[in-house]
C-alpha cells in the first residue's frame, strides 16, 4: 500500500509540473502574440491617421524600452514572489495594453500602448521563461534552451498571422484582433491558476528592485559574442517591425495586411524550426553556422530590396530566420550552462535585455535617419551591422566551461 501511495504521488507531481509547463508555455506564446497584434496594422495608421516611418520606428522603441526598463527593475521579482504571481502581473498588464490600443487614432495612444506591452513581455520574458526551465522535461536535452529562447518567436509569429488574417478578412479590423488577444490571456491565467509554484515566496522582493545586470562568472567569457547574436538578430526583428511594412508597399508593391503579417512571421517561424538543428552542435558551433547563415540571408534581402520580387524577398527572409534561431538558441544554450533555480531569472533578464536593446538602439538610429535616408539606403546599414557582428562571431565564440566539444560526442 505504501508503495502504491508513493507512486501515485509521484505520478501526480509528475503530472502537476507537465501542467505548469505547458502552462507557462502557453502564456508566453499568448504575451507574445499580443506583442506582434499591432504589426500588420502599421500601414493602416500610416494611411488613415498620417503616421509616418519615423512614427512608426518610435512605436517600436517605446515597446523595447518598457520591456527595458521591466528587466532591468522587475527581472529578478519572480524569485521572490514566486514564478505564478509575475506571470499573472505581465498577463494582467498586457491586457491593458491591448484594450488601449483598440482606439489608437493619434500617436500617443500607440505609444502608450507599446510601452505597457513592452513592460508586460519584459516582466513575462524573466518570469515566465524560469518558470518553463525550472518545469521542462528532462529529454530531450535541448528542449530548455529551445523552449525559453523560440518560445516568444512562436508567439510573434502566431500573433503576426493572426492579426493580418483578422485585419484583412475579419469585422472590426482595427478592434477584433485586440479582443482575441485579450481572450488568450485570460485563458493563460486561468491554466495559470492550476499550476503548481516551483519558486517559493521568500523576503527580498524590494531589494530586487534594485537594477542589477548579473551573469554567473563561469559563463560571462561568452558574452562578447552572444552580445553580437542577440543584437543583430533581435535589430533585425525590430527592422521587420519598423521598415517592412513601408518596404512590403513601397518596393514589393503589396498592400495586404495579410502578407505584411506572412512576411513577418516568415522570420519568426523559420526561427522556432531552426533552433533544433542547432542541438547538434556545441553552443559556439552553432552560433558560427547560424551567423553564417543569417549574413548569406541578409545579402540575399539587400538584394531582394534593390530588385523588388516579392517573393525572393520571402525566400530570404525565411532563411535569415533560421540563421537566427540556430544562433540564439546556441547563445542561450551556452549561457544556461550549469545555471541553478536562482541563476534562471537573471541570465533571462540578461539575455533579454540584451535583445530588446538591440530591438530599441539601432530603431531609434534608424527611425531619425529614415527622414534623410532612403529605405533601401536603411536596409543596406543593418546589412553591415550583421556583418560586423558575424566576423566577431567567427573568431571569438567560444563553448563553456564543461560543454563537450564535437570529438568527444
Not at 249 to 261: A, C, K, M, Y
Amino acid at each position: 500500500m505504501h508503495s502504491a501511495t508513493v507512486v501515485l504521488d509521484r505520478n501526480h507531481r509528475s503530472g502537476s509540473r507537465r501542467l505548469a509547463f505547458v502552462s507557462a508555455v502557453l502564456s508566453l506564446i499568448a504575451s507574445f502574440a499580443a506583442s506582434a497584434v499591432p504589426i500588420p496594422l502599421f500601414n493602416i495608421y500610416r494611411a488613415e491617421d498620417g503616421f509616418t516611418n519615423a512614427d512608426i520606428s518610435m512605436a517600436v522603441v517605446m515597446n523595447s524600452l518598457g520591456t527595458i526598463a521591466a528587466l532591468l527593475v522587475l527581472g529578478r521579482l519572480s524569485n521572490h514572489l514566486g514564478r505564478r504571481l509575475t506571470a499573472f502581473a505581465s498577463l494582467a498588464v498586457l491586457l491593458v495594453g491591448c484594450l488601449l490600443l483598440m482606439n489608437v487614432h493619434d500617436i500617443g495612444i500607440l505609444l502608450a500602448g507599446r510601452l505597457l506591452m513592452g513592460v508586460g513581455t519584459g516582466l513575462a520574458s524573466s518570469g515566465l521563461t524560469s518558470y518553463i526551465v525550472d518545469t521542462v522535461p528532462a529529454r530531450p536535452e535541448w528542449l530548455a534552451s529551445v523552449a525559453s529562447s523560440q518560445t516568444p518567436m512562436l508567439g510573434l509569429t502566431l500573433g503576426a498571422v493572426a492579426s493580418g488574417t483578422l485585419v484583412q478578412f475579419g469585422p472590426w479590423p482595427r478592434e477584433l484582433i485586440y479582443l482575441v488577444s485579450a481572450g488568450f490571456l485570460v485563458i493563460s491565467a486561468v491554466l495559470l491558476v492550476f499550476s503548481p509554484e516551483t519558486a517559493p515566496p521568500k523576503p527580498g522582493a524590494w531589494r530586487s528592485l534594485r537594477p542589477r545586470v548579473r551573469v554567473p562568472a563561469r559563463v560571462r567569457h561568452l558574452l562578447p559574442v552572444a552580445v553580437a547574436v542577440f543584437l543583430t538578430t533581435w535589430a533585425t526583428g525590430a527592422f521587420y517591425q519598423a521598415f517592412v511594412p513601408a518596404l512590403v508597399e513601397d518596393r514589393l508593391d503589396t498592400h495586404s495586411p495579410l502578407v505584411l503579417g506572412l512576411v513577418f512571421a516568415a522570420y519568426l517561424a523559420a526561427g522556432v524550426l531552426g533552433a533544433p538543428l542547432g542541438g547538434g552542435f556545441t553552443s559556439a558551433m552553432a552560433q558560427r553556422i547560424g551567423m553564417i547563415v543569417f549574413l548569406a540571408a541578409w545579402i540575399g534581402i539587400v538584394v531582394t530590396v534593390f530588385v523588388g520580387t516579392l517573393a525572393w524577398f520571402i525566400a530570404a527572409t525565411i532563411l535569415a530566420g533560421a540563421g537566427q534561431g540556430i544562433a540564439i538558441s546556441g547563445a542561450t544554450r551556452g549561457l544556461l550552462h550549469g545555471s541553478t533555480l536562482l541563476d534562471r531569472a537573471p541570465i533571462f533578464s540578461a539575455i533579454y535585455l540584451l535583445c530588446y536593446s538591440g530591438a530599441a538602439f539601432p530603431s531609434l538610429v534608424s527611425g531619425q535617419l529614415s527622414n534623410t535616408f532612403s529605405l533601401p539606403q536603411i536596409t543596406f546599414g543593418y546589412a553591415g551591422f550583421v556583418s560586423a557582428a558575424t566576423v566577431l562571431t567567427l573568431v571569438a565564440a567560444r563553448n563553456p566551461h564543461g560543454e563537450m566539444s564535437m570529438s568527444n560526442i
